[in-house]
């Protein structure tokens, strides 16, 4: 937003970004999973639980759902100028506003998910 105006450019600048973060934290969840196959054998270090793990798995597609309706809000911007204005009120940057939210909370939990996981191997 550039003085209180908010184009479209400006939702898809953000929808690149969290795709990344999404990104990011899928490539961390395969980093725990494999973390996981490797301690399996070692005494010192404990093994993620079967509860540990779905939950992994839950917020794996969790991050996947919200990377696809992120690619669906990027289809349909893509058919306006992205330098068309839009004000607080209009459906896209309400849609905007609720991917938003959703993004503060799955990078809380992510970010929370990780350390108490790291802190379950034992490290």
Same mark, same amino acid.
């Given at each position: $937003?550039?003085?209180?105006? @908010?184009?479209?450019?400006?939702?898809?600048?953000?929808? =690149?970004?969290?795709?990344?973060? !999404?990104? %990011? *934290? %899928?490539?961390?969840? =395969?980093?725990?999973?494999?973390?996981?196959?490797?301690?399996?054998?070692?005494?010192? *270090?404990?093994?993620?639980?079967?509860?540990?793990? $779905?939950?992994?798995?839950? /917020?794996?597609?969790?991050?996947?759902?919200?990377?696809?309706?992120?690619? &669906?809000?990027?289809?349909? !911007? %893509?058919?306006?100028? +992205?330098?068309?204005? @839009? &004000? #607080?009120? /209009?459906?896209?940057? +309400?849609?905007?506003?609720?991917?938003? #939210?959703? $993004? &503060?909370? @799955?990078?809380?939990? /992510? !970010?929370?998910?990780?350390?108490?996981? @790291? +802190?379950?191997?034992?490290?």
């Amino acid at each position: $937003m550039k003085h209180g105006d @908010i184009n479209l450019v400006d939702l898809d600048f953000e929808y =690149k970004l969290w795709k990344k973060r !999404l990104e %990011q *934290f %899928q490539k961390e969840v =395969k980093i725990l999973k494999y973390r996981n196959e490797e301690v399996k054998h070692e005494v010192k *270090f404990t093994e993620l639980n079967t509860v540990e793990l $779905m939950v992994l798995d839950q /917020h794996n597609d969790e991050l996947e759902k919200v990377i696809s309706r992120i690619k &669906t809000q990027e289809r349909e !911007l %893509q058919y306006y100028n +992205k330098d068309f204005p @839009i &004000t #607080k009120s /209009h459906q896209y940057f +309400k849609e905007h506003e609720e991917l938003r #939210k959703k $993004m &503060t909370g @799955i990078s809380t939990k /992510h !970010l929370a998910w990780v350390d108490d996981l @790291i +802190k379950a191997f034992g490290i």
